[in-house]
Structure formats: structure tokens, C-alpha cells
């Protein structure tokens, strides 16, 4: 187990870039089994969870490689259709297999994912929405077991909510299902538009990308192709939060202003200098951020994965802020752990209260998944003296050098060992 040890006090000046976003290249992976040959993804970030997807896909029989930011995909004319527990626990996004093993192979049997430690994450509109395509699916002895022997058949989809993960999942199924499908409601992140475009790439017919209406006309196949990620926009929104909190001034190439909006305006509101540019954007700021309340949203709303460093951030600002959380109902619980270092927070249900502090202090805390793990980094480089943030593996899953990045921005952070490290 390591942790990273966070000096406070420095105030992040210069350039990054940003990689390709993970929550889109592990569903590119995903959809990569919908064809037989050799799919090449770029900019695929170097994070554990590729890694894990990796795996994941190797055990259904394709060969892949990795060789950078470049991921190979060999797949086999046959593939496996099972996915075990021991790789989805791993990464709850390997249930974005479940669309292209059925579509592909008429079954797939993929464990259930299990909890994560930002709330309960149902698969009720995933699997409802391939039963709609024809699929017998069901629940058993903890996998999620589908079978449609003689093919999907397209049908019109009701979303009860923009689930990210049901729409791609019934994209990637739809793709080679017999005739017409309609998602409405359908979820229109960034990373839709990315794998839809990967999609048609393949050979899919996609109407009504971008937007909360996805009409599919199935294909017989689908081909391999050659396809770049899109940036990640939560690791944007990280670099630009950490610009405000730490009064610095960091120009991230490879950002997408145009995917953040909401995000760029509240780094605004909160006092920051934004500037697009042609391959990025710049946020700078000088003196104290002013508190900003936020409610998160499907998007285009302000996104959930972006909430813990928000509230990190109304932690050190002038005033008080209202955080709403609408996406996962568990979402606070790192505000514990931020607590520890001074700040103060009140939780009501899906509302936290922030009353901006003017310094946080140092002391060892714990993280329990990505954001809120990136969140507590934040924090640490404003509070005075030691931050050790510990559990760093969850946040090894969504940024690929977190330490190495932010010291070239001038932070004094550095990774080490863990004496006192657990599993969780
Ligand atoms: C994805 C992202 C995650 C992000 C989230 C929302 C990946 C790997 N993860 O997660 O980082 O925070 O989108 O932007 O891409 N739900 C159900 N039943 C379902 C499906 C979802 O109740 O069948 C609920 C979930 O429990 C959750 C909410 O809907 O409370 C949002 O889930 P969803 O949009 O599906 O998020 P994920 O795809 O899991």
C-alpha cells in the first residue's frame, strides 16, 4: 500500500496535459468485441482500470497490448461469454461488456459488480433495456446471465433516468440487433458522443448523437477500426479547481472548454480567470476563491465526479456554499475525512452546507475512491503542513501520475510507502 505525502503552501503554476477521458476508453474497449480483427485505441490513459479491462477482455479471448497511450485489440472470430467476478470487481465499468457479449455471441454471464463506495449503483435500466431488445436476462448466483440465441430485435427504450452506463450498454447491443432501436431519455456525456462515433466508425447507423433521443438501425456486422479517445473532462475539471484553489495559474492542453461549461462558469463564479484556446484552456486565479453553490446533474449539469473537489474547494472560500447532490446518495461520505483537516461541513440528505474556512491544517486522512481521493489531494496542497492521503490505489484508477504531474506544477508532493496501509 503507498500513500502520498502533500506539503500545503504551493500554488500551481504551469502546463499539463490532459489524457483521454477513462470513463470513455474502457467502453471503447468494451465495444472493441463487437468486431472481429484489430481495433487500435489512442490516448488511452495509463491507469489501473485499463488495465484491469485489459484483463477482462484477454479472458473473453482477445489479444490485447498495450504499448504507451496505444491500446491493440485482437479479437478472435469466437469469443468467451463469461465474465468472472475476480476481474468485474474489480471495475464496475466491465458491466459495459454485457451489451457487446450479447450482441455478439447471443449470451454473456457477467458478474454482478458489487457496491462502491459512492452509493448503490443498480443495473435495473441496463437490464431491462436488452430484455426490450429480446433478451431473457436475469439475476443468478451473483451473475448477470443473458441469452437471446436467435439475435436482438430492435424496440423503443424508455429511460427512467440518463443512466451513462444503460445507454451505452444498449448502444453497444443495439448495434447488431435486427431493425430500428429508439433510447429516449438516453445519457448525453461527452464519452456517448465518443463511443457513438466509434460506433458508426464500426459501421453502426446512429441518428440523434448529442442528444437525448438515440435511434439505432441494427447492422449484420460491425468492423474493426482506429479510433482516439476523448479528453477526459473530469481530469480537466480537476486541474482547473486546483488552479483556484491554490491562487495558480495552469494552462491544460488537450481540455475541451466546450465540455465543461457549467464546471468553467462556477471557477468563474468563484473568482478564476478562464481563457479557451485552440488545443486547451488556461484558469488562473489571485486571491481568496469566493464560495459556489453547486447541484450536480446528468450532463450537460455539473458533473457528480467533480463534486469532492468542489466541496475541497468551498472549504478555503469566503462565504458559505450549498453542494446538492442529485447522482449518487452516498457521495459525501469522504466529507469525514476532509473534516480532518479542518473543514467545515454540514451534510442534511443530498445537501452539504460549507462554511469556508481560511486555513485547513494538515493530518492523515483516507481515501475511498477516485474523486474524493483527488478532492483530499486538493485539499492537502492548501492546508497548512502535512497531508497523508492514504489508499492511493483508488485514485491510480482515474489519474495516471497524479504525483509526477502536479510537482512539475511546482506542488511538493511526493508517493511512498504506506506503514500503516490497509486493503479496503
Ligand atoms: C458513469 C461513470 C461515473 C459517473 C457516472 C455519472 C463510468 C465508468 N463511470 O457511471 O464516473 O459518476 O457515470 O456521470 O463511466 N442507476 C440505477 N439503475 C441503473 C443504472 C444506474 O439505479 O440501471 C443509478 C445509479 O445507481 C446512479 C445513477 O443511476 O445512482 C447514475 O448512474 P449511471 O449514469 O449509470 O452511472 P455509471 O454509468 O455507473
Not at 431491462?128 to 440465441?149: Q, S, T
Not at 467545515?344 to 486555513?359: E, K, L, M, W
Request: charged letters at 20%.
Amino acid at each position: 500500500m503507498e500513500r502520498f505525502r502533500v506539503a500545503g503552501g504551493s500554488s500551481l503554476r504551469g502546463s499539463v496535459r490532459v489524457n483521454g477521458a477513462k470513463n470513455s476508453a474502457l467502453k471503447l474497449m468494451a465495444a472493441a468485441l463487437l468486431a472481429e480483427g484489430r481495433t487500435i485505441l489512442h490516448d488511452v490513459p495509463a491507469i489501473t482500470d485499463v488495465d484491469y479491462m485489459a484483463e477482462l477482455l484477454r479472458r473473453l479471448g482477445a489479444d490485447v497490448e498495450r504499448t504507451g497511450t496505444v491500446v491493440t485489440i485482437d479479437v478472435p472470430g469466437e469469443i468467451g461469454h463469461a465474465a468472472p467476478y475476480e476481474l468485474v470487481r474489480r471495475l464496475r465499468a466491465s458491466i459495459c461488456v454485457l451489451g457487446p457479449l450479447l450482441a455478439r455471441c447471443g449470451a454473456a454471464d457477467v458478474a454482478l459488480p458489487g457496491g462502491d463506495a459512492i452509493g448503490s449503483r443498480g443495473l435495473d435500466m441496463h437490464m431491462a433495456g436488452l430484455a426490450k431488445l429480446g433478451a431473457d436476462i436475469g439475476v443468478e448466483h451473483g451473475f448477470v446471465v443473458a441469452r437471446a440465441p436467435g439475435g436482438l430485435t430492435g424496440a423503443t427504450i424508455l429511460l427512467d433516468f440518463p443512466s451513462v452506463g444503460a445507454t451505452e450498454n444498449i448502444l453497444m447491443a443495439a448495434v447488431l440487433a435486427q431493425g430500428t432501436t429508439t433510447i429516449d431519455n438516453a445519457a448525453r456525456e461527452p464519452e456517448i458522443i465518443d463511443i457513438c462515433t466509434m460506433l458508426t466508425e464500426m459501421g453502426a447507423h446512429i441518428d440523434g448523437v448529442g442528444t437525448s433521443t438515440l435511434r439505432v438501425e441494427g447492422a449484420d456486422r460491425m468492423h474493426p477500426t482506429e479510433h482516439t479517445t476523448v479528453p477526459d473532462r473530469i481530469v480537466t475539471g480537476t486541474w482547473g479547481v486546483a488552479a483556484v484553489m491554490t491562487r495558480g495559474d495552469i494552462t491544460i492542453s488537450n481540455g475541451r472548454p466546450e465540455h465543461l461549461e457549467i464546471v468553467l462558469d462556477t471557477l468563474t463564479s468563484a473568482g478564476a480567470v478562464v481563457e479557451s484556446s485552440a488545443d486547451g484552456l488556461r484558469v488562473a486565479m489571485s486571491g481568496r476563491p469566493r464560495a459556489v453553490d453547486v447541484v450536480t446533474l446528468p450532463y450537460p449539469g455539473f458533473p457528480t465526479d467533480l463534486q469532492p473537489m468542489i466541496v475541497a474547494l468551498d472549504a478555503v472560500s469566503e462565504g458559505t456554499a450549498m453542494i446538492t447532490e442529485n447522482v449518487y446518495e452516498a457521495r459525501f461520505m469522504f466529507v469525514n475525512e476532509l473534516a480532518r483537516l479542518g473543514a467545515d461541513v454540514r451534510i442534511d440528505g443530498h445537501h452539504a452546507i460549507v462554511r469556508g474556512r481560511s486555513a485547513l491544517s494538515g493530518a492523515p486522512v483516507v481515501t475511498t475512491d477516485i474523486r474524493a481521493g483527488a478532492g483530499l489531494v486538493l485539499a492537502g496542497l492548501v492546508a497548512d503542513g502535512e497531508t497523508l492521503v492514504s489508499a492511493v490505489h483508488h485514485i491510480d484508477r482515474g489519474y495516471p501520475d497524479l504525483v509526477g504531474e502536479l510537482c512539475s506544477l511546482g506542488a511538493d508532493v511526493v508517493r511512498e510507502p504506506d506503514p500503516d496501509g490497509f486493503d479496503d
